[in-house]
């Protein structure tokens, strides 16, 4: 019991500051509303609609090419509730080509540092109506978060544009509270982008390479561009698997496949959920795919250090896959499951090759090699980024898939 109250505690010193530890109808007594937006920079109390006497005069900012905007910055303690921004040329271009970067306490590195699309759920390019409990867009044209992100003495967000185009039109709202304390063991949000557009065969791509530190996985954001070598083979068969404070070669947390982490089953269509889903699922254009796991009603908490990864792992019929290994597609077979856990065969232990003719028929899973890129939320006991700076815009926009136009 007590061990389930300091887990409740700690989550509670995540999501929930003074004002949401109350009923809605108490008022807190030292905390102030404040909204940062074009037509209050500072968000400074009586500063906002100064421009064209009051009438709409600053409604948006641009950002040209190479610039970056300041949308906040804030000096003192706080938390941010809520960020809400539009732009007019969301492009698949525009989502991996704008960067997003929050600094907390003047720390010099970004906490977070992510491609724009990416960290809002819309990785595979292309938006569509959302609403989930930490990311939304109403309509597919807005780009909403509602993670609690705290700091004692200043926050700075912004937005650099290397995407080529420039930003004519860029609306937002960053809406926080001023507040005089923080929980001692409040933690600052974290978010880090990777990718690697080629995995490598029978390596796991890392989500959150291996970190030092106090805190809490919040869950990530994967997108995968299937390899056309495989065709329309099931990519989804990797396992999810989360070391935790020192593991060495066999981690704590280990799931049962890609669309098993995310709710669903036997494959993987396009669903939106409030903790789980997958906004994009298409054999259409290559292959597109985005999905999500947010850790919320299943905290995952580190004490000493965490390293996620997913393994890279398709499956398909054995006389498929043993099409696919005659095409000449770069595959390591690893099980054959024929309806049962009678006569499994695990071929990395028993060092049998797929055509062998003692073999049963049945699901074949396999190592493959996608484009794979992942966004990773987690809260540290650090404001500073511990690690490397994601990848320039060139490699973040290189082998975009766009979606097909609509009729």
């Known amino acids: 019991m007590l061990k389930t109250r300091i887990a409740f505690a700690l989550t509670a010193s995540l999501f929930a500051s003074p004002a949401y530890a109350q009923e809605v109808y108490e008022l807190p ?3 102030e509303s404040r909204w940062i937006s074009p037509e209050n920079p500072t ?18 900012d641009t950002i040209p090419v190479g610039g970056t905007l300041a949308l906040a910055d804030i ?16 492009s698949p271009e525009a989502l991996r080509g704008l960067k ?67 930003v004519n039109l860029i609306f937002f709202d960053v809406n926080y509270r001023a507040v005089d304390s923080l929980p001692k063991d409040a933690l600052y949000f974290h978010a880090w982008w990777s990718r690697e557009p080629a995995t490598a065969l029978g390596r796991d791509f890392r989500i959150l390479p291996r970190i030092e530190g106090r805190g809490r996985f919040l869950g990530t954001s994967v997108t995968v561009l299937t390899n056309p070598v495989y065709e329309k083979t099931w990519w989804g068969e990797g396992e999810v698997k989360i070391a935790l404070d020192g593991d060495g070669e066999h981690p704590t947390l280990v799931g049962t ?36 796991r947010f850790h919320l009603p299943d905290p995952v908490y580190f004490r000493r250090g965490i390293e996620v990864s997913l393994q890279q792992m398709g499956g398909a ?23 049962s856990r009678d006569n499994f065969q695990q071929l990395l232990t028993n060092g049998k090759r797929l055509d062998d003719p003692s073999l049963p028929d049945g ?29 320039g815009a060139e490699m973040r926009m290189s082998g975009i898939r766009k979606p097909a136009k609509k009729p």
């Open 29 to 31: 007594k030292s905390e």
């Open 43 to 60: 968000g400074a109390k009586g500063a906002g609609a100064k421009e064209n006497r009051g009438g709409k005069g600053h409604a948006f």
């Open 75 to 90: 000096k003192g303690m706080g938390v941010i509730d809520r960020i809400w921004m539009t732009i007019e040329d969301r």
């Open 100 to 166: 997003l970067e929050m600094f907390w306490d003047g720390a010099a590195r970004p906490a977070v540092s992510v491609p724009f699309g990416d960290f809002f759920l819309h990785g595979a390019g292309e938006m569509v109506p959302m609403e989930t409990a930490l990311f939304s867009s109403a309509e597919g044209r807005s780009f909403v978060s509602y993670v609690k992100m705290p700091f004692r003495k200043g926050a700075r967000l912004a937005v650099t544009n290397e995407s080529g185009k420039p």
């Open 257 to 292: 496949g890609t669309e098993d982490y995310i709710g669903t089953a036997w494959g993987q269509g396009a669903y939106i959920n409030r903790y789980q889903g997958a906004p994009i699922a298409t054999w259409d254009d290559g292959g597109r795919w985005t999905f999500y």
């Open 317 to 339: 019929r054995k006389p498929l896959v043993l099409g696919l290994l005659k095409k000449g597609a770069p595959m390591i077979p690893v099980t054959i499951d024929p309806g």
């Open 363 to 391: 699901h074949t899973n396999y190592y493959r090699s996608d484009d794979v890129a992942a966004v990773a939320y987690f809260y540290l006991d650090r404001p500073e980024g511990v690690l490397p700076p994601i990848a």
